[in-house]
């Protein structure tokens, strides 16, 4: 038990350094959260922009095609 207290005076420092420490990593998996969500944006705006506009356009061929057979 000794070690787990050195370089703390008491165990109300010992709790403040804790809540710190969890309040930081907190923050930072928040903050990786953000980032990540914000690449997920990203890529379906890039996916919306490169393949829907070739999903309509493969459409309107198939359309046209069936409406050339009849």
């Given amino acids: 038990m000794y070690l787990f207290y050195v370089g703390f005076n008491d ?8 809540v710190s420490l969890s309040t930081m990593t907190l923050n930072y998996k928040i903050k990786n959260l953000k ?5 997920i944006n990203a890529r379906l705006v890039e996916f919306r922009v490169a393949v829907i506009p070739i999903f309509c ?3 309107d061929v198939v359309h046209s095609a069936f409406h050339k057979r009849l």
């Fill in 57 to 59: 356009f493969a459409q």
């Fill in 35 to 39: 980032e990540a969500t914000h690449k």
């Fill in 11 to 18: 165990t109300s420092d010992l709790r403040s350094k804790l």
